[in-house]
């Protein structure tokens, strides 16, 4: 084999991995972006809150994104709404596929007029 062929078979590769990676890395994120508009809001203690369907569905569709990141859960339900304040926390559940409960935590991260980003835990 020539050496050239060599060097270009390992770039062809070390590219497919950093693909691979920065693609793992970006569908694993646990940070999510909410828009506060009329129908992803509710009141809670008298502020904006996400209502509790938002934020777990959210978290279930984030939480296992790809066969080799997180846990595969279900059932993900939240007691409340997440309130838009930053620094706000919420403990949401889910189940996993041999039935055990899972305990989520949500944190409130940043907060604007019109949205709202919010980060969970696996």
Known sequence: MSSRFVVGF???VLAAVVVWAV????LSDA???SELDG????TVDGRRALTPDVVAKRTRDRFHPLPWVGTEISAVSCPA????RRGA???????KTDGTTVRIPVRVTKVTATSMTWVFGR
């Open 10 to 12: 390992l770039g062809a």
């Open 23 to 26: 693609g793992t890395h970006l």
């Open 81 to 84: 709404g997440l309130p838009a």
């Open 89 to 95: 926390t919420l403990t949401c559940t889910g189940r």
């Open 31 to 33: 940070a999510t972006t």
């Open 39 to 42: 129908h992803s809001t509710v």
